[in-house]
T-cell receptor
Framework: GAGVSQSPSNKVTEKGKDVELRCDPI?????LYWYRQSLGQGLEFLIY????????KSGLPSDRFSAERTGGSVSTLTIQRTQQEDSAVYLC???????????FGQGTRLTVV | GESVGLHLPTLSVQEGDNSIINCAYS??????FIWYKQESGKGPQFIID?????DKRQGQRVTVLLNKTVKHLSLQIAATQPGDSAVYFC??????????FGKGTMLLVSP
């Protein structure tokens, strides 16, 4: 597709379950970002991948959160043992390289019940 | 100043007015800045960007001004339309750091 694609668009899960969120960036984009946005809030940085470099994981809120990017393309954000405070919209963005415009997907709305 | 939680700074304007949305950024080493528009239920949408070697850049109905001395960024929207109603975020990149977002301003345009 032409844009950043995220799946699923909505996810409801029970507290304590693990979830995986997927991001398909724009083809050829070397930079990929994950953000979290709670209702009415700004974007909280989670993790950043740039090419083959080690990812910047400085924004991950706890060791329950992890992400990987396979083959420099698709990325998966995994949240283990979900908690209610994990409920938010998880946004993925990609850019051609670091200092260029980043394009966002529509996000995955995660609800932990 | 900035607000947190559900109380985003809000700018209310009439259709046809010019709007100015302001952003104070934190890192004097930031060298690239972007303005995003986010409508309800959607991901942020790129509006315009500017690099630190510039102080002004114009697009269609939008102008971004950068004042590095006071670390201030503004977005000017000419002839604001109801479709411009959204939350607007500024974002910055510095060195090898990631894209960092401000807290956002809600723009409400009345017909």
């Amino acid at each position: 597709g032409a844009g950043v694609s995220q799946s699923p668009s909505n996810k409801v899960t029970e507290k304590g379950k693990d979830v995986e969120l997927r991001c398909d960036p724009i083809s050829g984009h070397t930079a990929l970002y994950w953000y979290r946005q709670s209702l009415g809030q700004g974007l909280e940085f989670l993790i950043y991948f740039q090419g083959n470099s080690a990812p910047d994981k400085s924004g991950l809120p706890s060791d329950r959160f992890s992400a990987e990017r396979t083959g420099g393309s698709v990325s998966t954000l995994t949240i283990q043992r979900t908690q209610q405070e994990d409920s938010a919209v998880y946004l993925c963005a990609s850019s051609l390289k670091r200092n260029t415009e980043a394009f966002f997907g529509q996000g995955t709305r995660l609800t932990v019940v | 100043g900035e607000s947190v939680g559900l109380h985003l700074p809000t700018l209310s304007v009439q259709e046809g007015d010019n709007s100015i949305i302001n952003c104070a950024y934190s890192n004097s080493a930031s060298d690239y800045f972007i303005w995003y528009k986010q409508e309800s239920g959607k991901g942020p949408q790129f509006i315009i960007d500017i690099r630190s070697n510039m102080d002004k850049r114009q697009g269609q109905r939008v102008t971004v001004l950068l004042n590095k001395t006071v670390k201030h960024l503004s977005l000017q929207i000419a002839a604001t339309q109801p479709g411009d109603s959204a939350v607007y975020f500024c974002a910055e990149i510095s060195g090898y750091s990631t894209l960092t977002f401000g807290k956002g301003t809600m723009l409400l345009v009345s017909p």
